[in-house]
C-alpha cells in the first residue's frame, strides 16, 4: 500500500513538472523573450550584461513608437545574440544626426534624449526611413553598434521580437535594498 502512495506521489510531481517545463516552453516561444545586453550600447538605461524580457505581444495590436526600447535579431548574423535598442527614427522620417544632436525631418530643435549617457558626437544622414522599417540607436551613442554603423541602417518591422518592458539581471535599482 505505501509504495502505490509512493508511486502516485512520484507521477504526480513529474507530471506536474512536465507541465510546468511545457508552460515555460509556450511563453518563451509566444508571449516573452528574453535577451542580454553585450556591449555598454545601452548604458546607463540597461548596464552591460543586463539580462531583459520583451514582450512578443506588444506589437501584434499596437505600432511601435518613437523612443520604445526593442529586442530585435542580430543585423549581422541572425543565428547570434539579438540587439537591444531604442527607436528613435519612425517610418518615412527622416533622420540627421548633425554634432551629435538627433533631429527628425529636418526640425530646428532637436530631439529631447534625455535618456543618453553623454553628450554625443558626429555627424550622419540624413537617413529616409522605408515603410515598415525603424531606425534604432543605443543610449550610450559613443558606444553603440547601430543605425548609424549597420550596413543597412533600417530594422524591419518584421526582425522585431518584443518590446523591453523588464530588466532582470542586475536588478533594477527600485528593487535593490537599502
Sequence with gaps: MKKKHILKEILSFGL?????????????NTVIVHAQVLSPSMES????????????????????????????????????????????????????????????NDSDTPLDDFFTKEASFGNHGPFIVPSDSFFVLGDHRNNSLDSRTLANPFIHRDVITGRLF?????????FRRP
Design 16 to 28: 506536474q513538472l512536465a507541465v510546468v517545463v511545457l508552460l515555460g516552453i509556450f511563453l518563451r
Design 45 to 104: 538605461t540597461i548596464a552591460t550584461g543586463g539580462r531583459v524580457i520583451g514582450s512578443r505581444l506588444s506589437y501584434v495590436i499596437g505600432e511601435p513608437q518613437r523612443f520604445d526600447i526593442i529586442v530585435f535579431e542580430n543585423p549581422i548574423d541572425p543565428t547570434n545574440h539579438p540587439f537591444v535598442k531604442r527607436i528613435i527614427g519612425l517610418p518615412y522620417e527622416t533622420v540627421t544626426i548633425r554634432n551629435g544632436l538627433v533631429y527628425i
Design 166 to 174: 523588464a530588466t532582470y539581471f542586475p536588478r533594477p535599482a527600485w
